[in-house]
């Protein structure tokens, strides 16, 4: 499912948006989207003041339920494209270990997916030279039990996922990382695990608190060049600094992370284009927007059709896309006419 | 609208046209959705349907079109209609056409195929008759089958003029193979058997060509080939000037080939000059000359070398002959003998004749039998000497071991009487001390070999002592 991206201008805050979106995981790493009664079952159980949802609260996301123009698609695709972005998300092999990854996600990820998709991230080559790296730091300052702490939380944040509506299990995760940084701040892992704690949306949700955490993380991985995990706070500060709505900032931190080469999260291209369209700016706005269409995944151009943000400027998006179209029509006439086969009106 | 240019876009294979179908529509599909996502979308299937195209496009030339034209052609050639009763090389050969016609018929690439073996089983057989038949010619051929035909037809109806005219038809059909077999054999297979000579006289003489021409060549020898299976004699007429252009090549070839070889042994020849004597030299030029003669006259140049002459055996035979008189030299105890033997060595290197060598020999000679002369005198004096020297050594260690002895003895007698004196001066402190001298304790302090010294007696008046096998004796001092 391709699910209309978090605006400032969605009229609903932060805070209630995520209470509102859950993904869970499941066993064979496919990603389910809970239903309202699920919602309301999570929030309530990590937020003391939550009040129950009924369905006319819940915002409508999914693309096929949001009108589009016919030159972006055409009303015969709509259950092909559901079904493709599906099939990125769940899985019918419960055996394998399937990959949830940016880059395989593309279009489909959604914000509030960042933690599961970090995990499995983890597993990648750049994260595990990282963590082996500040797991030798540790043994050699004699603090190679706190790395095996951080190793049993990270397993327990994994089991927590799989079940958000145990809130005692993010509590004492939350604390248990607080006891470790406290022991020993040199881990950035250590303080991107709890600035994720702090950006759930629980009773112990703290934009500022996981910002600084963001920060700290971020400052001790360019130290030790773990680029992978450098981007990965890059782009959750630009974030916040869209919801904080500075712009400006949102747009240099993203550009700060795509200087690091770090080229497999297409997300921080479609962000960028996101803030850039905030800001009215449609030329930048569309040319990162082609780029991670052309370089990533065409279905950006779904998720920027139903983003609220592009609303600024949609004519230029229109405008934009009906080239796209043109440009893909062209390559496809000419192919098909090497091979003699011609489409007259 | 969907429009197919079948000029590009040639499927006859049911289950491609199926596959490639059902491709087109869905692409159709999305080219009348029109929008951006339908064009991504249909990339895929684009793909796709392009890889099936080509791969169609290859099955379809190689397994229909390439077999259809072959076909095409066999019926080109067998242009009659025949009629019953068919001969057995027309009921084989147009069983096979129906067969591959069959085949080719098929929208399925896979029993086009099939038809390709059958083709050249026709095309074989076709070949072989137009050979065995001498109908080469393909309007001769055709005018044969025509009155063939006649004849057939006569020959079905069963009335009187009918077999008159049938025997008519026989005679006109008569002629008409006797001409072709003349032109049979004058046109078709005596070109053929020119072309065959050519090509084999071609491959003998490969290397005496440069690449270029022989790429020629080869050209011209592939066009004759084509034009023997033209099926036309006025077409193979033309060949003859084609044969008769590498003809010409090979001719002049075979000149320059010719003056090589007279090149190339003259020098073989030149160059063993030195090396064998001089008499063999001539001998084998002579008959070189005439071998040359021969082959220019012939252009035969196959035997045209040295081959028979030897040359290697006469090489060695030369420088045998000179090492086995610098050998003979060699004992012979001259003083020109260097000048001889290098003399011989020089002829070598150099153009000698074996005349030259016995020249030197007959030099040898004088010195061999003065230095026999001079060999008896010498001999004497030498032996003597020897005898003379031997017996002076002898005399001298005679003398020498006698003088030997002698002052042995003399030392022993002294060191014999010494002994004597030291055992009288121990018993005469033994008598005196009022005690009697113990031998053995005497004997004791005497460091003389067991062997050598013996004390035989002490009494109060006298010591014996043996030493060296010798008695020596010395009387004992008065004890007052």
């Known amino acids: 499912m391709i699910l209309k991206p978090f605006s400032n201008d969605l009229g609903i805050s932060y805070k209630k948006f995520q209470q509102q979106n859950y993904f869970i995981l499941i066993n064979n790493n496919s990603l389910k989207k809970v239903n309202i009664k699920g919602i309301n079952k999570i929030s309530s159980s990590n937020n003391r003041e939550f009040i129950e949802l009924s369905d006319n609260d819940i915002i409508s996301r999914r693309f096929e339920e949001i009108p589009l123009s016919s030159v972006l698609i055409s009303k015969e695709n709509i259950t092909e494209i559901s079904n493709l972005a599906r099939s990125r998300l769940e899985f019918t092999d419960t055996e394998t270990h399937n990959e949830i990854t940016f880059s395989e996600l593309g279009a489909v990820f959604s914000i509030e997916m960042f933690d599961m998709i970090w995990l499995e991230e983890l597993m990648s080559e750049g994260h595990r030279k990282g963590i082996e790296i500040i797991n030798d730091t540790m043994i050699f300052g004699e603090k190679s039990h706190l790395f095996e702490k951080f190793t049993v939380n990270l397993e327990r944040y994994e089991k927590y996922l799989q079940n958000p509506s145990d809130f005692a299990l993010i509590e004492s995760i939350k604390i248990e990382t607080e006891k470790i940084i406290e022991e020993y701040n040199g881990n950035p892992y250590d303080h991107f695990l709890l600035a994720l704690l702090y950006h759930r949306p629980t009773s112990f949700q703290d934009l500022t608190a996981a910002k600084k955490e963001f920060i700290i993380s971020r400052e001790l991985s360019a130290e030790i060049e773990n680029n992978d995990l450098t981007a990965m706070c890059d782009m959750m500060l630009a974030w916040f600094a869209y919801i904080e709505k500075d712009y400006d900032k949102a747009i240099e931190i993203s550009h700060r992370a795509l200087d690091l080469e770090f080229l497999s999260v297409p997300e921080i291209y479609f962000n960028l284009s996101k803030f850039y369209a905030a800001k009215g700016d449609s030329g930048n706005s569309i040319q990162y927007l082609d780029e991670v269409i052309r370089g990533f995944d065409f279905l950006y151009a779904i998720k920027a059709g139903i983003d609220d943000d592009f609303n600024k400027i949609k004519n230029d998006l229109n405008e934009y896309i009906s080239m796209a179209r043109d440009k893909a029509k062209k390559g496809i006439m000419k192919r098909l006419n090497n091979m003699g086969i011609f489409f007259t009106k | ?480």
């Open chain 2, 1 to 480: 609208m969907l429009i197919l240019d079948d000029k590009i876009f040639k499927i006859r294979d049911k289950s491609v046209s199926e596959i490639s179908s059902r491709m087109i529509t869905e692409i159709e599909m999305h080219v009348n959705g029109d929008s951006f996502m339908d064009y991504i979308l249909s990339s895929n299937i684009v793909n796709e349907l392009s890889k099936v195209i080509l791969k169609n496009n290859n099955s379809y030339e190689i397994s229909y079109r390439s077999n259809y034209n072959r076909l095409n052609i066999l019926k080109n050639s067998v242009n009659w209609v025949p009629e019953e009763p068919l001969t057995d090389f027309e009921n084989e050969l147009f069983d096979l056409i129906r067969e591959a016609e069959s085949f080719i018929e098929v929208d399925d690439y896979s029993i086009n195929d099939r038809s390709k073996e059958i083709i050249s089983k026709s095309n074989k057989l076709f070949q072989e008759y137009c050979v065995k038949s001498k109908l080469i010619d393909k309007e001769l051929r055709s005018e044969f089958f025509i009155r063939l035909n006649r004849i057939r037809a006569y020959l079905s109806k069963d009335d009187l003029i009918s077999t008159y005219k049938c025997h008519t038809a026989i005679d006109e059909l008569d002629i008409l193979c006797q001409n072709n077999e003349k032109l049979f054999y004058d046109v078709y297979s005596s070109l053929k058997n020119r072309t065959e000579e050519v090509r084999s006289e071609f491959n003998k003489m490969r290397n005496y060509f440069d690449y270029n021409t022989i790429k020629l060549i080869e050209l011209k020898l592939d066009k004759i080939t084509d034009i023997l299976e033209s099926q036309s004699y006025e077409i193979i007429r033309k060949a003859e000037g084609i044969v008769n252009e590498i003809e010409y090549e090979l001719n002049a070839s075979a000149e320059i080939k010719l003056k090589r070889t007279i090149e190339i042994v003259r020098s073989e020849l030149d160059s063993l000059k030195t090396s064998i004597w001089l008499d063999d030299w001539l001998k084998i030029r002579e008959e070189l000359e005439i071998m040359i003669s021969e082959a220019e006259s012939t252009g035969l140049v196959k035997d045209l070398n040295l081959d028979k002459f030897k040359t290697s055996r006469l090489i060695l035979q030369k420088k045998q002959d000179v090492f086995d008189f610098i050998d003979k030299l060699e004992s012979a105890k001259n003083c020109d003998k260097s000048l001889i033997a290098g003399e011989a060595r020089r002829m070598l290197r150099t153009e000698s004749s074996k005349v030259d060598l016995d020249g030197l020999n007959k030099l040898m000679l004088p010195c061999a039998k003065k230095e026999q002369e001079e060999r008896s005198p010498v001999t004497m004096t030498k032996k003597k000497i020897f005898y003379l020297f031997v017996f002076l050594l002898t005399l001298t260690s005679v003398i020498l071991f006698l003088i030997n002895q002698k002052l042995t003895r003399q030392y022993y007698n002294t060191k014999g009487q010494k002994y004597a004196d030291i055992v009288e001066t121990m018993a005469y402190s033994e008598f005196k001390a009022g005690k009697t001298p113990d031998k053995s304790l005497i004997r004791k302090k005497l460091l003389v070999p067991k062997e050598d010294f013996e004390i035989i007696a002490i009494t109060e008046r006298l010591v014996t002592v043996m030493y060296k096998g010798e008695i020596y004796k010395k009387s004992i001092r008065s004890r007052k």
